[in-house]
T-cell receptor, first 114, second 112 residues
Framework: DTAVSQTPKYLVTQMGNDKSIKCEQN?????MYWYKQDSKKFLKIMFSYNNKELIINETVPNRFSPKSPDKAHLNLHINSLELGDSAVYFC?????????????FGPGTRLTVL | KNQVEQSPQSLIILEGKNCTLQCNYTVSPFSNLRWYKQDTGRGPVSLTIMTFSENTKSNGRYTATLDADTKQSSLHITASQLSDSASYICVVLSGGSYIPTFGRGTSLIVHP
């Protein structure tokens, strides 16, 4: 029944490691997103994919690479993790692109880099 | 620079009382403004969306207003319930781009 799911919910890792976060939506939406919520609670968009095509890349370091194997999945791979990457990462989806459609958010993945 | 400022940063009220949260923005050009509710440990959930021509929009006990001239919005919560305890986030989308600007949120605590 879960509309947008993310795994894992918590991720604790050492600096320099590579990790992935998975996201799946069963809403049949065309567009998926990754957001980062920092310790001050600001949400910031990182990436947006529409029908597996990248449409937004908000000056995110190259260490972050999204991968969309199909319309229902958008995974986030992070290389060489840094302390500043510690945050909560949210996946979201919308029926079409961002302008008018409601976004549905996943539960978040709390990443802690030690 | 596009910015969204929310006030107050936090608010504590008693169950059953009303409250109003404020959002000021400098995003230009303007496309739409959304209010989200984010429960602790969960993702944001959309409450309302307002376009340039809309002044008021309601969703149950939540009523959002928009003054596009002064670039201000408010979210009024009527007859608050314990379950209203959450962070309320104002998000403004600029026209012509797909980049939303998020406010920091107002943390609301409703006490019995």
């Amino acid at each position: 029944d879960t509309a947008v799911s993310q795994t894992p919910k918590y991720l604790v890792t050492q600096m320099g490691n590579d990790k992935s976060i998975k996201c799946e939506q069963n809403l049949g939406h065309d567009t998926m997103y990754w957001y980062k919520q920092d310790s001050k609670k600001f949400l910031k968009i990182m990436f947006s994919y529409n029908n597996k095509e990248l449409i937004i890349n908000e000056t995110v370091p190259n260490r972050f690479s999204p991968k969309s194997p199909d319309k229902a999945h958008l995974n986030l791979h992070i290389n060489s993790l840094e302390l500043g990457d510690s945050a909560v990462y949210f996946c979201a989806s919308s029926r079409r692109q961002l302008l008018t459609d409601t976004q549905y958010f996943g539960p978040g993945t709390r990443l802690t880099v030690l | 620079k596009n910015q969204v400022e929310q006030s107050p940063q936090s608010l504590i009220i008693l169950e059953g009382k009303n409250c109003t949260l404020q959002c000021n923005y400098t995003v230009s050009p303007f496309s739409n403004l959304r209010w989200y509710k984010q429960d602790t440990g969960r993702g944001p959930v959309s409450l309302t969306i307002m376009t340039f021509s809309e002044n008021t929009k309601s969703n149950g006990r939540y009523t959002a207003t928009l003054d596009a001239d002064t670039k201000q919005s408010s979210l009024h919560i009527t007859a608050s319930q314990l379950s209203d305890s959450a962070s309320y986030i104002c998000v403004v989308l600029s026209g012509g781009s797909y980049i939303p600007t998020f406010g920091r949120g107002t943390s609301l605590i409703v006490h019995p």
